[in-house]
């Protein structure tokens, strides 16, 4: 079939991009970066390489009131399974109220270290392990309706992306760890160590009555909600897992795209291969809209096979795929957001004399719209907003329809399951508005790339 006189030019020419491009060095380490980042992102973040894990040191601090109405502090350090620090680790106390250091004692064999705050209200316990800090505060008020005090933590010990974990620690009224047992659904799941007063569980979805039982006292009990994906929803599982690597990925989808348009014309002027090429029987337009296409396709199917693969990744991580109708706007969005790039830098090869001025500009337009387009807009609202959080806001929001990468990262969010919404960030607005302003980018942004095109390609 024939194609119409304005599109003469544009299967040669795409093939000969697609060609150069995909054969260059830079294709090669572009499509291995964002392979790295995102199947590794997609694997770490998933829990296998680590991803949202216990913190490496905790402190639990008691209050304990002396015989004598003195306040004692009884911090317990240990790692989150329980296993105490090494005897003699310096625990640091602090009034909150004065900002002053009361003592620094060392831990015992199992981890305990106690000191005399007088009748400091507020306390801080503090330990430090080469780099890794911990923390602890307690406060002196009311004594608890049983005669020990306990303490509860609930993590991803196990690291399978569930906040379905929980680590308690139980001393009496003097601060000595008790012996007991835990029950979960009137069924015994863990006991206290006697020497630290530490267990640890893990909690099935949905909901739990969860009872302590200390010799001698009687249970006590506490009623407590898991989410099926093992903890708050936001915080865990494949759609949240996603939704970062969604973030990932545009900001490397991004660079690639610049990476490989940048001098998909001004190569041609440097060369001097651009006064050939016009002289063929052969339009401006389907010269350009051959390079569109080649660039465009020259990021897009590497990106969207690593895209998929690390969907793929999350979803053999999790033991759940993410939500379907989020992963297919995750995949199609960062075409639309290779478009906006590649249609950018396009204008930019044109309008640059040499590859170094190409290289430039790429990297301003880089810096603009995903660093420097937000301090902008931020300094804008708080003028504009004479100091009203709601305006402020608002300016914000719709601040977002002015940057093609914000477009289509509030398009993807949009996307996601309402659940994420609780995560923050995101938009407000219609995803109408979303959608009608990535119309008018791409038809703007082609618009703009066809006119440089024309007036500048033989200059």
């Not at 392979?35 to 040191?57: K, N």
């Not at 015989?67 to 502090?73: F, K, L, S, Y």
């Not at 897992?241 to 990932?248: E, G, K, R, Y």
């Amino acid at each position: 079939m024939k194609l119409p006189a304005f599109l003469r030019g544009t299967p040669q020419v795409f093939r000969q991009e697609l060609f150069a491009s995909v054969k260059s060095v830079r294709f090669l380490i572009m499509a291995l970066v964002s392979a790295l980042v995102i199947v590794g992102g997609s694997y770490g973040i998933s829990g296998l390489g680590g991803g949202f894990g216990p913190p490496p040191l905790v402190v639990w601090l008691h209050p304990i009131v002396d015989t004598n109405g003195d306040h004692i502090a009884v911090a317990w350090a240990a790692d989150p399974f329980g296993a105490p620090v090494a005897q003699g680790t310096i625990v640091s106390f602090e009034d909150l109220n004065t900002s002053t250091t009361l003592g620094e004692v060392p831990t015992d064999s199992n981890g305990f270290a106690r000191l005399n705050v007088g009748t400091a209200p507020v306390v801080a316990a503090m330990v430090r392990l080469g780099n890794i800090p911990a923390a602890s505060i307690t406060q002196w008020g009311s004594p608890p309706p049983v005669d020990f005090f306990f303490l509860v933590n609930q993590n991803d010990l196990d690291q399978d992306g569930g906040y379905d974990d929980l680590s308690m620690q139980v001393v009496d009224l003097t601060g000595a760890p008790v012996a007991g047992r835990v029950l979960l659904n009137a069924t015994e799941v863990a006991t206290l160590n006697p020497n630290t007063g530490f267990a640890w569980f893990s909690l099935p979805p949905g909901e739990s009555n969860v009872t302590l039982e200390v010799a001698g006292e009687p249970p006590l009990s506490q009623t407590m909600y898991v989410g099926d994906s093992g903890g708050a929803t936001f915080l865990s599982g494949p759609d949240f897992v996603l939704l970062i690597i969604a973030t990932l990925s545009t900001l490397f989808i991004s660079i690639f795209a610049i990476t490989i348009t940048f001098d998909s014309v001004s190569k041609e002027r440097v060369q001097g291969t651009m006064d050939l090429l016009l002289s063929r029987p052969v339009s401006r337009t389907g010269v350009l809209l051959g390079k569109f296409l080649a660039s465009f396709a020259a990021v897009a199917i590497p990106v969207t096979l690593v895209n998929l693969a690390g969907i793929g990744v999350i979803s053999a991580a999790s033991g759940k795929a993410p939500t379907g109708s989020f992963a297919a706007a995750f995949v199609g969005y960062s075409l639309l957001l290779i478009a906006f790039y590649v249609l950018l830098q396009l204008t930019m090869s044109t309008l640059a004399k040499t590859g170094g001025t190409a290289v430039l500009f790429g990297v301003l337009i880089w810096l603009l719209l995903n660093i420097l387009y937000s301090i902008v807009t931020l300094v804008v609202a708080s003028v504009f907003s004479g100091g009203d959080p709601a305006t402020f806001f608002r300016i914000q929001q719709y601040a977002a329809l002015g940057n093609p990468s914000a477009v289509v990262g509030n398009l993807i969010s949009l996307s996601a399951p309402v659940d994420l919404g609780f995560f923050g960030g995101g938009t407000t607005l219609d995803a109408g508005l979303f959608a009608g302003a990535a119309v008018f980018w791409f038809v703007s942004l082609f618009l703009l790339a066809l006119w440089t095109f024309q007036k500048k390609a033989a200059e």
